[in-house]
């Protein structure tokens, strides 16, 4: 396999999957806009061999599909996949030992690998943050970004690689009051594992040492965001995909790894943060200008013919996308044993991924009982929303099969069975004044939120209907009523200015709902900014109804009452307007994206690709 970037790149170009980018490209917002086109149209990775204003080389969308990362990592794939599936059921080893045999030697030459000496490799360079290719990705960025960081951390108590962190955390380079060559931004959400390392290293009054590394085998950039089971690290797990055993050396008590392309060292200090921010993130808006920690840079290494790798994160579909993939397919049916009854667990990528989760459990408790209804479902649910990253979700939709198998991956359908089934006076259940992603600035503050979860299971209740009611028609104020899916109706609102008023307007819409007879046959109403946008795709209905509403505050009913402190209703209406407090969406700019097709037409470096929208052929 790859012992570096280098090699990698070699390989694909050879078999047809990457392309080389010869026209300059500036690194402020055309290399990205370049990225996305070529994303959107499943093009291939791309090498941009001269970036303006820097001496190295820049690659991006290796992880574009999943076939061309299978491709990369076809040597050892089925190998990591059969190690992962031991960690999570090491029972299979003691049951079949010698067909396991060859999984614990793979797990053993894994093992990193450390050098000799407080050095780092001979041919490394030091170098400075400003020549690095410093990319912008959107018009109000806060500045230059890492994307695709392995961000090394330690242990204070217990300090050795065996005892680390690598995790991928954006790495702001410009911008702000960042002093450039001196200090960079650090960001890191909550449930993260740095943390922890920043937490002990404060309670010991000392600095948090930290490495960046950028590049390397592919492996290594896969490793930093693998959810991993417990007690399998990362940098072995970087040894088992790549299929040589993690190598690293330190020097002035900095890990450095040494086959990453770059590497930043630094410190963070206790009590230090300076503003991040803004950044274009996964949700397809900007994540806004908030205090993190500041690091301050020790030293930067480049290794002779180094390459920058990046991606580019946006509204889904992008590269992290495929990413999800990935992951997915190495890890296979972890969930089921890290709990136990969960069959399926699908973190909805339409959404933002961390907005909305379908998933499947199992309904055993009362088999004796006549009347189905959600009973283990709700303590399945209880254990997801309290399950490392899954717990960051604001929406869980959760069923169980009965006489038919159910596909969580195709959204309209699973949504659908879910609303033939509920009872919305028993099946809506709500967490209120808890953390949700940091990301996302639906709730009421940085980290915090709520949640609720849509429970089902049982005999059909009703049939979901085929066109909008007639009743919806006919209520002033809203109009241009469109069906998103059978059971589910987008309507337009007026512009929202604040809750107090947006609760009149609620009020008085659920009121003229019930003076006209509520409709059990459509059991969810999306008060939306643009119902034709809202119904246009299905994509387009989870991306703006999940990411714009807090269930606490956007959660309506037609009927609506508590009973005993449960709050349900007849009809169900999310408020998915746009809110002022919420972060700005992501647009492209248009100056740039006239610019770059100079890259599509005749001539051009991409001008043998089919992309949308235009450019040629």
């Not at 990453?260 to 900007?286: C, S």
Request: glycine share 8%; net charge negative.
């Amino acid at each position: 396999m790859y012992r570096n970037l280098e090699e990698c790149i070699i390989d694909l170009e050879k078999h047809g999957h990457l392309i080389r980018i010869k026209e300059e490209v500036d690194p402020y917002l055309e290399m990205a806009a370049i990225h996305m086109k070529v994303y959107e149209a499943d093009g291939p990775a791309l090498l941009f061999e001269n970036v303006k204003g820097s001496k190295f080389p820049a690659v991006s969308n290796l992880f574009g599909n999943i076939e061309r990362s299978k491709f990369i990592f076809r040597k050892t794939w089925d190998r990591t996949q059969s190690v992962i599936a031991l960690r999570d059921d090491p029972m299979k080893a003691l049951k079949q030992p010698f067909k396991h045999m060859d999984n614990g030697f793979a797990a053993l030459n894994a093992l990193p690998l450390k050098k000799r000496g407080n050095r780092i490799p001979s041919d490394f360079q030091e170098i400075q943050i400003s020549d690095l290719p410093l990319i912008q990705h959107w018009p109000m960025d806060g500045g230059a970004f890492i994307t695709l960081p392995q961000v090394y951390s330690e242990d204070p108590e217990k300090p050795g690689i065996m005892n680390s962190n690598l995790g991928m955390y954006r790495i702001q380079l410009s911008g702000n009051e960042y002093e450039m060559n001196k200090e960079i931004g650090l960001h890191y959400q909550i449930h993260r594992g740095i943390g922890v390392h920043q937490d002990k290293a404060n309670k010991q009054g000392i600095p948090l040492k930290v490495s960046c590394f950028v590049g390397g085998p592919p492996a290594h950039t896969l490793s930093a965001i693998m959810p991993l089971p417990e007690g399998l690290s990362e940098v072995i797990f970087a040894g088992l995909l790549s299929g040589r055993r993690y190598r690293y050396s330190y020097l002035d008590g900095f890990c450095i790894s040494n086959d990453a392309d770059f590497v930043i060292t630094g410190e963070i200090h206790q009590g230090e943060t300076k503003p991040e921010g803004p950044f274009g993130d996964h949700l397809g808006y900007y994540s806004l200008t908030h205090p993190f920690p500041v690091m301050k840079v020790h030293k930067v290494y480049a290794k002779p013919n180094a390459i920058w790798p990046f991606t580019v994160v946006g509204r889904p579909p992008q590269e992290d996308t495929s990413f999800g993939e990935l992951i997915h397919e190495l890890t296979g049916d972890a969930i089921k044993q890290e709990i136990p009854g969960v069959k399926e667990v699908h973190a909805v990528d339409a959404a933002g991924v961390h907005p909305l989760l379908f998933a499947i459990g199992s309904e055993r408790y009362t088999p004796y009982q006549q009347v189905k209804q959600p009973t283990e479902l709700l303590t399945l649910a209880n254990r997801i929303l309290g399950t490392g990253q899954l717990s960051l979700a604001k929406y869980l939709f959760i069923t169980a099969e009965e006489n038919q198998p159910i596909d969580s991956h195709k959204e309209a359908d699973f949504i659908m069975y879910i609303l033939e089934r509920m009872d919305l006076r028993r099946d809506i259940h709500f967490y209120t004044n808890t953390t949700i992603d940091t990301l996302d600035y639906s709730g009421t503050g940085l980290n915090s939120g709520s949640k609720v979860v849509l429970a089902a299971y049982g005999d059909k209740k009703r049939e979901l209907c085929k066109e909008v009611p007639s009743v919806l028609n006919e209520i002033r104020g809203f109009e241009n009523a469109r069906l998103i899916m059978p059971g589910v109706v987008a309507i337009q609102g007026s512009t929202f200015t604040d809750y107090a008023h947006a609760k009149l307007e609620l009020q008085g819409f659920c009121e003229a709902i019930a003076d006209k007879g509520a409709n059990p046959s459509c059991p969810l109403i999306i008060l939306c900014d643009d119902s034709s946008f809202l119904s246009s795709t299905i994509n387009n209905f989870l991306w703006a109804t999940f990411t714009r509403s807090n269930p606490s505050h956007d959660i309506y009913g037609v009927n609506s009452s508590y009973e005993n402190k449960h709050w349900g209703c007849d009809q169900m209406i999310i408020d998915a307007r746009i809110k002022p407090h919420q972060a700005p969406p992501l647009i492209p700019d248009p100056i740039v994206e006239k610019n770059i097709e100079r890259l599509f037409v005749k001539g051009g470096s991409l001008s043998g690709l089919k992309i949308k929208g235009s450019l040629e052929g």
